[in-house]
């Protein structure tokens, strides 16, 4: 998902019941295959990559090997031992106060997840209407403001109507669009144009500027999470110790393909240093219609961008708080305000809390002139707070498999320790970069820089909880089942 487009059939984070499947409706697992590669796979981060030319190759089989595949593993034992999340697993293996920063962190990532994907579709929408508006950090501000509010005022209704636009997002939004951008790609290189990236194998690793100039590749991390929740499904295999390994490189080999080829044909056709962030998606598909007199067709891909990724944010926009809730009532982790539901059983209180948080971020993008270092500044900490829980999700499963080892696995993954070893030190390495300025950037304001993502990561990731646990009263803790609507 890219963690950033969740289709509908995936579990809400931290809910506290896992889905197995009776023997009559097993998976098979190119099927589960299918599934994670619509969870992972986006056009999103082309943009972001592309900047690298033919070494964005490099730049994403790296953390596919050192993140996304200890992720896979790691989590599918735990799903097939333990019901319930994220939460269960880290309370299990540690403590419950740290299953509670667990999922809080899959929630908060959310808060700069959504201003990060509604700048995508701000920019990509302004093609439709007018390119000029794509560097404009008013007009991303307002489209984050609009668009977040109506998306909440959907979801506190309990609309389920919406899902389908989700689980069509990966034909809709990724393939279609991106075979596109491919296929004309290489048509334009094949008239004879020059690539605008170098393409020979001196390119094939980043030049190295220092430390700084690695930053990009943190954001890669994040487009490979979400592993954890496709883990769930291990269960409904047959063979889950040989078919779901077998999953997860499917899976791998497809999103690769997705990321890499995309973002090679944007660095065919559009310079680095005109690339915004942002926008860069369609600045590819306008260059190259361009070419071939089509320009004509920019809005209809823009349109289809636009609708796969709204389609993700209505339908996951209750999701992760759903599952801070439900843990709230039952442990008092929350105050009663925030575990209060509407007339439709919906938590429409952290929903508008959120909401207001996301107004505040959205003042950013007008705020800060660069609207692709806007982008940017909150797809790290988005990131950063998210690794957080991979951190804990690492070490819980080493004390899970060293505490109880004779526990009822489904899945048992190879060379725990070692993947737990090499998931953690890459997820850490990714937290201390990610604080790092990127030299595309330039580095004259590295301490505002730190300052912002720090105060955002920290803040929000780790001072946040750690108030609402040690400020919790008795009385903030509600029933144990399922939530009921408020009449």
């Known amino acids: 998902m890219s963690a950033m487009d969740m289709p509908a059939d995936r579990p809400v984070a931290g809910s506290t019941a896992r889905s197995t499947a009776p023997a009559t409706h097993w998976i098979s697992w190119v099927a589960l295959a299918m599934m994670t590669t619509s969870s992972v796979a986006s056009l999103r981060a082309a943009p972001t990559m592309a900047v690298y030319g033919l070494a964005c190759v490099f730049l994403y089989l790296l953390p596919?090997?050192?993140?996304?595949?200890?992720?896979?593993?790691?989590?599918?034992?735990?799903?097939?031992?333990?019901?319930?999340?994220i939460y269960k697993w880290v309370s299990e293996g540690i403590s419950k106060?740290?299953?509670?920063?667990?999922?809080?962190?899959q929630f908060a990532m959310t808060i700069f997840y959504y201003p990060s994907l509604l700048g995508f579709v701000a920019s990509t929408l302004a093609y439709v209407i007018n390119p000029?508006?794509?560097?404009?950090?008013?007009?991303?501000?307002?489209v984050i403001v609009v668009i977040y509010w109506a998306g909440v005022w959907v979801s506190s209704r309990g609309t389920s109507g919406v899902a389908g636009l989700a689980s069509g997002g990966l034909i809709i939004g990724t393939l279609i669009p991106g075979v596109i951008l491919v296929v004309l790609g290489v048509v334009f290189l094949g008239?004879?144009?020059?690539?605008?990236?170098?393409?020979?194998?001196?390119?094939?690793?980043?030049?190295?500027?220092?430390?700084?100039?690695?930053?990009?590749?943190?954001?890669?991390?994040?487009?490979?999470?979400?592993?954890e929740m496709n883990a769930v499904h291990v269960s409904s295999l047959r063979k889950p110790g040989k078919e779901f390994p077998r999953a997860m490189f499917l899976a791998m080999g497809l999103v690769l393909l997705i990321f890499i080829l995309p973002a090679l044909a944007i660095s065919w056709i559009v310079p680095a240093d005109e690339l915004s962030l942002t926008a860069g998606v369609m600045q590819a598909f306008d260059a190259v219609f361009a070419q071939f007199?089509?320009?004509?067709?920019?809005?209809?891909?823009?349109?289809?961008?636009?609708a796969a990724s709204l389609?993700?944010?209505?339908?996951?926009?209750?999701?992760?708080?759903r599952g801070l809730l439900l843990i709230s009532r039952q442990e008092g982790y929350l105050p009663p305000f925030l575990q209060a539901l509407n007339k439709h059983g919906v938590q429409q209180n952290i929903l508008v809390a959120q909401g207001a948080v996301t107004t505040v971020i959205a003042l950013?993008?007008?705020?800060?002139?660069?609207?692709?270092?806007?982008?940017?500044?909150?797809s790290v900490i988005t990131t950063q707070v998210y690794l957080i829980m991979y951190l804990l999700m690492f070490v819980a499963a080493l004390r899970l498999r060293r505490n109880q080892p004779d526990h009822p696995r489904g899945y048992r993954a190879p060379m725990l320790v070692a993947m737990c070893g090499v998931g953690f030190a890459a997820?850490?390495?990714?937290?201390?970069?990610?604080?790092?300025?990127?030299?595309?950037?330039?580095?004259?304001?590295?301490?505002?820089y730190f300052i912002i993502v720090g105060g955002g990561a920290l803040g929000l990731g780790l001072l946040v909880p750690f108030l609402f646990y040690r400020f919790r009263k008795p009385t903030w803790r509600q029933a144990e089942a399922e939530p009921e609507a408020a009449s």
């Open 427 to 448: 997820s850490l390495a990714a937290l201390l970069v990610g604080f790092i300025p990127p030299s595309q950037f330039g580095g004259d304001n590295g301490f505002v």
């Open 97 to 105: 106060p740290m299953g509670f920063l667990a999922v809080w962190c």
């Open 311 to 321: 389609g993700g944010m209505l339908t996951w926009l209750a999701g992760p708080s």
């Open 191 to 227: 008239q004879g144009n020059t690539s605008a990236a170098p393409m020979d194998s001196s390119h094939l690793l980043p030049a190295w500027a220092g430390v700084s100039s690695l930053v990009l590749i943190v954001n890669n991390f994040l487009s490979y999470s979400g592993m």
């Open 132 to 142: 000029d508006l794509a560097s404009s950090g008013v007009w991303t501000a307002c």
């Open 364 to 378: 950013g993008y007008a705020l800060i002139p660069d609207v692709s270092s806007a982008y940017w500044i909150f």
């Open 293 to 306: 007199g089509t320009q004509w067709l920019t809005p209809i891909l823009g349109i289809m961008l636009v």
């Open 64 to 85: 596919a090997v050192l993140f996304l595949l200890p992720t896979s593993l790691v989590s599918a034992e735990l799903a097939s031992g333990w019901d319930g999340g």
